[in-house]
């Protein structure tokens, strides 16, 4: 009986009205203020009807829509179709996870998808769909907190029982140093510099401590600014930088110092990538936003974390290898020869500490990290840390 409701809700026209509590409410209303991307495809799979999520989550407005069908935003052999025909021949609801949508025209992971036969028109089928990257990546993000937890005790583990002895080999070769002949000397130059080489290993591990984070009101674009203005006259003169900021955004609540090496960690990954390709043509895109709506549950906890301030780092490079995306920001997960693994770590931690939540989203061609932060209430600006 539910589903026979839903139904006759889904096919009212914007000329009909469907009783609800003794009053009269517009289906199209209804159907444009769902926060939810839905659509209707017909027979053919084009589309009958968007509502106005749809029109943002796919990025084309409704009246385009209305000249396309899906399989003008997907290929043929995308899992939804499959969806689609199962709904179809059965007359019943069918829903598929962590499918991608993937064209020229469209790209989108990790959607939830919901298909619902319209039993009033036959072959059609509503299409719910749901962007749960965001919920992933926090559960990711919870994982990686019990890693870094354990590179936190390991670290102070290491510098307790390892620095100590450290130091007396150090000092032991460098005593030999004076008194062996030029071969031996070399060798005592060898366990010098690789004594130095763990101590150092064992102070940036350090740095995983849980230590207070003192915050105060800051400006994500003259943070934003700062590093690239850092890149363009260090690391990446040759990358062309492209700005697209929303003026109008709050200050996030947050310390400035750690927001800049959290920024230039992945503007340095992202200028790193690019010129392994060897191209002319680098390009790095720094934006800002604001999300509305963007509050997820702490498991284990009744507070919730709202996130509105979106910062997104892109760039042109060759992406990420897709068999260690999911654990790009566990410790000692690298793509780089010579990388240790901590430096994503510790951007991840670093935005965790900030109440935060850190984004990976890469394909040949195009990868984004995105941060979602706090901004700053008025209980934040009436009190210091």
């Known amino acids: 009986m539910r589903r026979a409701a839903l139904r006759n809700l889904a096919l009212v026209g914007p000329g009909r009205r469907v009783p609800e509590l003794g009053g009269h409410i517009n289906a199209s209303t209804i159907l444009s203020a769902l926060p939810v ?148 000397r070399e060798l005592c130059e060898l366990i010098r510099d690789e004594a130095d080489r763990i101590r150092a290993l064992v102070d940036r591990m350090e740095i995983f401590g849980e230590k207070p984070v003192e915050r105060t009101p800051v400006n994500i674009h003259r943070v934003l600014d700062h590093v690239r203005r850092l890149a363009q006259t260090g690391f990446a003169p040759q990358i062309r930088f492209i700005e697209n900021y929303d003026p109008s955004l709050p200050p996030v609540w947050a310390n400035r110092d750690q927001l800049v090496q959290v920024i230039l960690n992945l503007v340095k990954n992202a200028a790193e990538s690019i010129a392994s390709t060897g191209t002319m043509a680098g390009e790095i895109a720094l934006s800002t936003g604001y999300q509305h709506g963007m509050r997820l549950a702490m498991p284990g906890s009744r507070s919730r974390l709202d996130l509105p301030m979106v910062v997104v780092v892109r760039d042109n490079g060759p992406g990420i290898p897709e068999d260690i995306t999911q654990n790009l920001f566990d410790p000692f997960v690298t793509t780089k020869p010579h990388g240790s693994g901590l430096g994503l770590a510790l951007v991840a931690k670093i935005v965790g500490d900030h109440g935060g939540l850190i984004e990976v989203d890469s394909r040949p061609g195009r990868t984004e990290f995105r941060l979602h932060l706090p901004v700053i209430t008025d209980e934040d600006a009436g009190r210091k840390d």
């Open 37 to 184: 991307p839905l659509v209707v495809l017909g027979a053919d799979n084009r589309f009958r009807l968007a509502n106005h999520a749809a029109e943002q989550f796919l990025g084309i407005s409704a009246p385009q829509l209305a000249q396309l069908g899906l399989n003008d935003l997907v290929p043929a052999d995308n899992p939804i179709f499959m969806l689609l025909d199962q709904v179809r021949q059965g007359e019943v609801t069918v829903a598929d996870h962590d499918l991608t949508l993937e064209s020229p025209r469209l790209y989108k992971r990790g959607i939830s998808v919901q298909g619902t036969a319209i039993a009033e028109e036959p072959g059609a089928v509503l299409l719910v769909m749901q962007d749960t990257s965001a919920v992933r990546a926090l559960d990711r993000q919870l994982s990686f907190r019990s890693a870094a937890r354990s590179v936190t005790g390991m670290a102070a583990v290491l510098a307790h029982e390892v620095k100590n002895p450290l130091s007396g080999i150090r000092g032991a070769a460098q005593l030999l140093e004076s008194s062996v002949n030029e071969t031996d």
